[in-house]
């Protein structure tokens, strides 16, 4: 099996501070995932990578910024973190063959001041 | 506009009951249902899931009924278990396929009390 780590499990932040959270995953998988959980809203689409170096925007791509240098990462950057925002993070994968379940990883909670 | 609904919110059942889970789509062009569970403090994992060419499908004690007519359906949890307590979600997919099409509902939030 595998596993995906999330860094860090909690972030606080200030209003207009540029946040980046970190994600790697072991399973070999191809395809990674961003998505916002909020509460009540169900989880939504920031990006995702099909690939090393691809980049696709989600539908809440406006924000945010991603990165993909190599298969194994993913990272998440919040341009500039809005006050009194909260939400969770979450990282996931899966294999490209369309309808492959998707895998998650624990989150990153993110807490603006 | 939210293209997966789910009802409701928040649902109590006592041990041993069924729970339903309701959840309702609006684009025709969906013909893939996962349904995610996911326990506080983790993400979400994948439960059971249907194609849109089946109207049932079971696996233990859980069970999805589909209404493509309808654009329905709902996941059925049987003999209903503390342990089940959780946040479900229901997600679709369409024609275009693959897991970045998927959109997620809202989620309901069980609990199960002894």
């Known amino acids: 099996g595998g596993i995906i780590t999330q860094t860090p499990k909690f972030l606080i932040g200030q209003e207009g501070q540029k946040l980046t959270l970190k994600c790697q995953q072991n399973f070999n998988h191809d395809t990674m995932y961003w998505y916002r959980q909020d509460s009540g809203k169900g989880l939504r689409l920031i990006y995702y990578s099909i690939t090393e170096n691809d980049l696709q925007k989600g539908d809440l791509s406006e924000g945010y910024d991603a990165s993909r240098e190599k298969k194994s990462s993913f990272s998440l950057t919040v341009t500039s973190a809005q006050k009194n925002e909260m939400a969770v993070f979450l990282c996931?994968?899966?294999?490209?063959?369309?309808?492959?379940?998707?895998?998650f990883g624990h989150g990153t909670k993110l807490s603006v001041l | 506009q939210q293209q997966v609904r789910q009802s409701p919110q928040s649902l109590t059942v006592w041990e041993g009951e069924t729970a339903i889970l309701n959840c309702s789509y609006e684009?025709?062009?969906?013909?893939?249902f996962p349904w995610y569970q996911q326990f506080p403090g983790e993400g979400p994992a994948l439960l059971i899931s249907i194609s849109s060419v089946s109207d049932k499908k079971e696996d233990g004690r859980f069970t999805i009924f589909f209404n493509k007519r309808e654009k329905k359906l709902s996941l059925h949890i049987t003999d209903s278990q503390p342990g089940d307590s959780a946040t479900y979600f229901c997600?679709?997919?369409?024609?275009?396929?693959?897991?970045?099409?998927?959109?997620f509902g809202q989620g309901t939030v069980l609990s199960v009390i002894p």
């Open positions: 997600a679709a997919s369409g024609a275009t396929g693959g897991n970045n099409k998927l959109t």
């Open positions: 996931a994968s899966s294999m490209p063959d369309s309808n492959e379940r998707l895998f």
């Open positions: 684009d025709s062009t969906f013909n893939y």
